[in-house]
């Protein structure tokens, strides 16, 4: 298909007209030697050899498309974090429940109809394959309405993120391997803190020398806001993390929440930010009215979910608000402790009331190390494994069996159009993790910080007919708390839900929400791009049927699958083994105690009499309570 057909057949899937397009033609490459921390210089995954990627900027009244080229050696997709996309989830862009992959040296084509889905905001844009982001592959994403809610006399994009020195695929295989049966995540080896304005990035501090792959952005303490007295300043935080958690604040300033996940909210006073990973928000800032100092930035790691902190990694990473060139910079230190932020006292600008649920979903999830000697996430019991054909394409190609929910794996929840389900995720977990859920955003409708207690303190009811409840795409399940998340099935298609800690996706930490399958159907037909199937078929994977490739709805033969709980109790190998060293044992016991006795019997007398009594023993089914009689 010519490169003009192929825009016409995308841009014929938006649901309206366009009033228009930008286009960006991204070539994802491997970029040698950047070296953003000063630390190391490592290989990353760029986009057109340059890194980091480019910050995308775009009127929500225009539909973005964005022609991607896989120049790496190994299959990627892009997931643009937070769209809706408007029953084309095939563009969703996370890999096995979206499409297959883009083979090296094609191309994707991804239409994101931001025109028509009704979002602004901020939000960010990421590889979702074999941990790209973790090596790279991620940038901003702002949308801008045509007047915002909120007034401010300029922006800015603060962009955080954790960095490794060693490449994701390394990294992973350590993680998930018998020698890490406790499932220690891999601790970074820094943090970076950088600034866009749009779709450019801020340089680095004048006079300052970065590495030269990256000499055109300004990281950490080579980089800064400049700001002017009497502005008031929005700034766009987001976490691109792929571990931790980061607390932001500016030292002389006070801030006010006015957006989480692309939701405007009304104008909440804090004195830090505490984010997650892959959450974001934005917050007014006023200027100072004097020039007579410049101001110390913050971004501290939280080393709670580090399995030890290495005495070379720099928790707390800092930058700078700029008023005048020359003066010193006031830093207030640290703080002492950092308080859990609850999203729920954000108030939408919007009106949405709570409407009535009609399903419940509930997950419970913890991780445990399992029989194959790795430490695994399971979501009710079960591990999430990618299926062999995505999970949209599995739901318009299998007829009337797309309405059976064996047929996508064990780890897939089908929802009825127009449902208002709510997502019950309970944590057995001690620590905390942040879970996305792919086109839509959900009504935080309730928190337990124990969800299995009487204590209603602990464990509030659910209260119906809330006005107003916050809505967010990505929000944080406490340690041993639940939250109860509630969404209209509106959108037909096939999405993620999980936890956006990579290590943990990656350990199985994941289910699929299989939406209105044959509302997802009609909108499907002749919609889905020819090229889609043509990728999957380079890759030699499966474009049709169930989730193993297969036409039947229950036939899930070769489907991926486990690891596995292990078996508590006496299991056939263990009997065998502990069989053998009861046997030795009394056999070397009774031969202490006939050579004690002065008997002179030779080695091989000894051992037959010993056989004989371990023989009738055995008859009896009397050796320790171990052995039944065989017929």
Not at 289 to 300: F, L, R, V
Not at 447 to 463: C, E, G, I, K, Q
Not at 550 to 572: I, N
Request: net charge negative; charged share 15%.
């Amino acid at each position: 298909m010519s490169l003009s057909r192929r825009v016409i057949q995308l841009l014929s899937t938006s649901t309206c007209a366009l009033a228009g397009v930008q286009e960006l033609w991204w070539n994802v490459t491997y970029v040698e030697n950047a070296n953003p921390d000063g630390l190391y210089a490592r290989r990353v995954v760029g986009v057109n050899n340059t890194w980091p990627p480019p910050p995308i900027s775009v009127n929500n009244s225009d539909s973005l498309l964005i022609h991607l080229t896989n120049g790496l050696d190994i299959p990627t997709t892009l997931h643009n974090h937070g769209m809706f996309f408007n029953s084309t989830s095939w563009m969703d862009g996370a890999l096995g429940v979206s499409q297959c992959g883009i083979p090296p040296g094609q191309t994707f084509d991804y239409v994101v109809p931001i025109n028509s889905s009704g979002q602004w905001g901020t939000y960010w844009t990421h590889a979702h394959a074999s941990g790209q982001y973790v090596d790279g592959l991620r940038t901003p994403l702002v949308l801008h309405p045509a007047e915002e809610t909120h007034q401010y006399d300029e922006e800015f994009t603060v962009i955080l993120g954790d960095w490794y020195h060693q490449q994701h695929s390394v990294l992973l295989e350590s993680f998930l391997s018998i020698g890490n049966p406790g499932g220690a995540e891999p601790i970074p080896d820094s943090a970076l803190i950088y600034f866009a304005q749009n779709s450019t990035y801020l340089p680095p501090i004048s006079g300052t020398s970065p590495s030269p792959v990256t000499s055109a952005v300004g990281f950490n303490e080579n980089s800064t806001l400049p700001f002017v007295p009497g502005k008031t300043y929005r700034l766009r935080v987001i976490n691109t993390s792929a571990l931790s958690t980061f607390f932001f604040w500016i030292d002389g300033h006070s801030m006010r929440i006015i957006e989480a996940d692309g939701t405007d909210v009304e104008e909440y006073p804090v004195d830090l930010l505490d984010l997650a990973v892959a959450q974001r928000y934005s917050v007014l800032v006023d200027a100072r009215n004097d020039t007579s100092s410049n101001w110390m930035i913050h971004a501290n790691m939280d080393p709670t979910m580090f399995d030890t902190v290495p005495s070379t990694l720099q928790l707390n990473i800092t930058s700078s608000v700029t008023y005048a060139g020359g003066q010193n910079i006031t830093d207030l230190g640290t703080v002492s402790e950092y308080p859990e932020f609850n999203d729920t006292v954000l108030v939408p600008s919007v009106v949405v009331p709570q409407p009535p649920a009609t399903n419940t979903v509930d997950l419970e999830f913890f991780f445990q190390t399992m029989n194959d000697g790795t430490n695994r996430a399971m979501i009710n019991g079960v591990v999430y494994n990618s299926p062999l054909v995505p999970a949209i394409m599995s739901e318009v190609s299998l007829g009337s069996n797309a309405t059976v929910q064996k047929a996508y794996g064990p780890y897939s929840y089908i929802l009825d159009h127009l449902d208002v389900v709510d997502i019950v995720v309970k944590n057995q977990d001690t620590n905390h993790h942040p879970f996305h859920l792919h086109g839509h955003k959900f009504q935080i409708v309730n928190r337990a910080s124990v969800f299995d207690s009487n204590d209603t303190t602990l464990n509030p009811p659910l209260v119906e007919g809330q006005p107003n409840p916050m809505r967010r795409d990505t929000t944080v399940i406490p340690g041993g708390g639940s939250v109860t998340l509630r969404v209209v099935a509106d959108n037909p298609g096939a999405w993620f839900f999980h936890c956006h800690i990579e290590w943990h996706l990656e350990s199985g930490l994941a289910v699929q929400f299989i939406e209105a399958p044959m509302q997802a159907q009609e909108r499907a037909a002749g919609n889905i791009p020819s090229f889609m199937y043509e990728q999957c078929a380079t890759l030699g994977t499966p474009s049709s049927g169930n989730a193993a490739g297969h036409a039947s709805a229950t036939d899930l033969s070769g489907l991926p699958l486990g690891p596995y709980q292990q078996k508590l109790g006496w299991l056939p190998k263990g009997i065998l083994a502990m069989t053998g060293c009861v046997l030795s044992a009394v056999i070397g016991m009774l031969s202490v105690v006939w050579y004690s006795m002065g008997e002179g019997d030779s080695d091989e007398e000894i051992e037959e009499e010993t056989r004989r009594r371990l023989a009738d023993k055995a008859k009896g089914g009397k050796l320790f309570g171990m052995f039944k009689r065989r017929g």
